[in-house]
């Protein structure tokens, strides 16, 4: 990369759009059941009173709940608070709704998440139309073709970072740019704290070169920025700020994992052993639906306590049957040294291979295994998920329910190729 | 407040060849006719090979998701709220 650290603002035209859905499972809560509409409701990953808040809506939010709150602490802010579970399919048919009509604009489009869209307009013809009543006409639509109480955030800019920026401005429902003219003007109205990446240590460190507001942090030269990060991301910050592109990075999968977050405080390995089966019955079944075998398993559990342990193992011999992937992460929980109540397992498995013809061994029939494999993974799609399952997974019913990732859309990625 | 069902329910639809939309118009439950005032949301999903579709529907007073499948063509009742809190 060619280190200039002489650069103004970015002079190229605002052809990067931002799209963020606002409150995105309360509101598609709202938009599927009208008699929610205008109340205080949140979804929750369980209802039970510990249960995590993952989305409130905008007028919880008003009464000060938050993301990541337990229900209690909800309902003691707001007693009217209405607690929801998640719908996971409600909410990817609108994402997939949203892909729809993005995709009608540009094909440079990246799903973020379940709620977050980038669009690249530059060379597409709908450019001419002008990003501001690009974003208008989205707005329109997603509320004519997806629901009425849908409404997005749009953001405009030369780069992604500075169009999620301007995404934050107003949020619900607005449509800000951030470009060369008046960048100044918005960034000495933002605090450290409102730049996505930017939170307390971040801004502790910029705070030590004596940069304490948006715009010191833009006018900071590069050797500033350096010695508070320590790192190339003092030249990543000196860019974005500037309006130039560094973060169209996409990074390829390397892994496959499910968690499971437990109602009931389970300790020993008899009582973890049917749910760590059942996860890893999930997860090697989307490994072999998206053509991979692997090499390596990763077990990780947290404890009720807050202390966590995990270990991960490479293997010499290519996996693709769940049964051998348990076996390796039943050894690994047996390997855990501590038998305290657990409050969440994690298996994933590392090391992706593409499709490739197996080593043939001595006394095992792989040809034979890999017929049986896809033979129940073929009953299992078409009668529905775990109709064939291990004789461990008894009891597990409610457990590892479908649950939408925050934060990625690698989930997305096989549900929307599946579709 | 929110109840969580597994019932077969009597639906009333209509089908507008024009827009290619179904619509549905009323639910029978419990013995009393609810006009449907609003289609809220419509979704699908599949289990196994099954389709399903599900209609988010309201009536003046509660809210129904109603569940098709369209191997049998036959309706569940999954849950009914007032959208009240608990």
Redesign the interface.
């Known amino acids: 990369m060619d280190y200039r650290t002489e650069l103004v603002f970015n002079k190229k035209p605002s052809t990067i759009m931002h799209l963020d859905l606002n409150s995105c499972f309360a509101t598609?809560e709202q938009?599927?059941?009208?008699?929610?509409r205008g109340?205080p409701i949140a979804v929750a990953a369980y209802s039970t009173p510990s249960g995590c808040i993952v989305a409130p809506s905008i007028e919880a939010k008003a009464c000060g709940i938050k993301v990541g709150m337990k229900v209690k602490e909800g309902k003691l802010l707001c007693?009217?608070?209405?607690?929801?579970a998640p719908d996971p399919?409600?909410y990817r048919?609108?994402h997939l709704g949203l892909r729809r009509i993005l995709g009608g604009y540009t094909d440079k489009f990246y799903p973020k998440s379940i709620d977050e869209f980038v669009l690249n307009l530059e060379g597409y013809p709908a450019y001419q139309k002008g990003m501001f009543n690009i974003g208008l006409e989205i707005k329109e639509r997603i509320k004519k073709e997806i629901?009425e109480w849908i409404t997005v955030s749009v953001g405009i800019s030369p780069n992604r970072f500075l169009a999620k920026t301007a995404a934050g401005l107003h949020k619900p429902d607005g449509l800000d740019e951030i470009n060369r003219k008046n960048f100044k003007d918005i960034y000495s109205n933002l605090e450290l704290t409102d730049l996505c990446g930017i939170k307390t240590r971040n801004a502790a460190r910029l705070g030590g070169m004596g940069i304490y507001s948006v715009l010191d942090f833009y006018e900071a030269p590069y050797w500033e920025l350096k010695a508070a990060f320590e790192s190339i991301l003092g030249y990543y910050w000196y860019l974005r700020l500037r309006g130039w592109e560094i973060d169209d990075v996409a990074f390829a999968r390397r892994s496959y994992g499910n968690s499971f977050a437990l109602p009931k405080p389970l300790t020993t390995i008899e009582e973890l052993s049917p749910v760590l089966s059942k996860l890893v019955e999930k997860t090697g079944r989307r490994v072999r639906r998206a053509g991979y075998k692997i090499q390596g398993v990763h077990l990780a559990i947290v404890y009720r306590d807050g202390a966590s342990w995990h270990k991960g193992v490479t293997t010499s011999k290519v996996l693709f049957d769940s049964r051998d992937i348990y076996k390796i992460a039943f050894r690994l929980l047996a390997r855990s040294p501590y038998r305290r109540p657990v409050r969440e397992l994690a298996i994933s498995v590392f090391n992706l291979l593409p499709e490739a013809s197996l080593q043939l061994e001595l006394f095992d029939d792989i040809g034979r295994k890999e017929k049986i494999v896809k033979a129940v993974d073929k009953l299992?799609?078409?009668?529905?998920?775990f109709?064939i399952t291990p004789a461990r997974m008894i009891g597990t019913k409610e457990a590892v329910i479908d649950r939408i990732a925050f934060g990625g859309v690698k989930e997305l990625e096989e549900f929307t190729l599946n579709t | 407040m929110i109840e969580k069902l597994s019932l077969p329910v009597s639906v009333g639809i209509t089908f507008d060849h024009t827009k290619r939309k179904v619509i549905p118009r009323w639910v029978l439950w419990k013995g009393r006719l609810y006009p449907v005032e609003k289609v809220g949301f419509h979704h699908t999903f599949r289990s196994g090979r099954t389709l399903f579709h599900v209609f988010s529907v309201a009536s003046k007073t509660l809210f129904f998701r109603l569940v098709l499948n369209t191997d049998t063509l036959a309706w569940r009742l999954e849950e009914i709220s007032d959208g009240l809190p608990d």
């Open positions: 598609i938009q599927a059941n009208p008699h929610l109340k007693p009217s608070l209405i607690v929801l399919w409600k048919n609108v629901g299992n799609e078409r009668w529905g998920d109709v």
